[in-house]
């Protein structure tokens, strides 16, 4: 089991940054991709950003690329989530995510183990 803990969501104006953490902990392996979604009222929940421990495999969605950029603490068991630029269309509940696969899944039913959320809001 992974249990996955997020943080650092918050309310900031357009333009703004903000740098959201997740936790990894429990039974964590090198291997182990971790990954952001994200989900906005009444939408669905949509991919966002992955990669593996060591950064070789990163991907990101097409409306953030250039904007977030996605990494992970020396053990490989805190990924974080810097997202520059912020547009009110980023408003959303933002999901951790970690799964034990080679390459980072751009759908949520890749993913095992779940964060709680935390909430990000963009004020135009």
């Known amino acids: 089991q992974v249990q996955l803990v997020e943080s650092g969501g918050g309310l900031v104006q357009a333009g703004d940054s903000l740098r959201l953490s997740c936790a990894a902990s429990?039974?964590?392996?090198?291997?182990?991709?971790m990954a952001w979604f994200r989900q906005a009222p009444g939408k669905e929940r949509e991919f966002v950003a992955g990669?593996?421990?060591?950064?070789?495999?990163?991907i990101y969605a097409d409306s953030v690329k250039g904007r977030f950029t996605i990494s992970r603490d020396s053990s490989g068991n805190t990924a974080y989530l810097q997202m520059d630029t912020l547009k009110p269309e980023d408003t959303a509940v933002y999901y951790c995510?970690?799964?034990?696969?080679?390459?980072?899944?751009?759908?949520?039913?890749?993913?095992?183990?779940w964060g709680q959320g935390t909430q990000v809001t963009v004020s135009s």
């Open positions: 995510a970690a799964s034990y696969v080679r390459v980072p899944r751009t759908t949520a039913s890749g993913y095992a183990y």
């Open positions: 429990g039974r964590t392996f090198p291997s182990v991709v």
């Open positions: 990669n593996t421990r060591s950064g070789s495999n990163t």
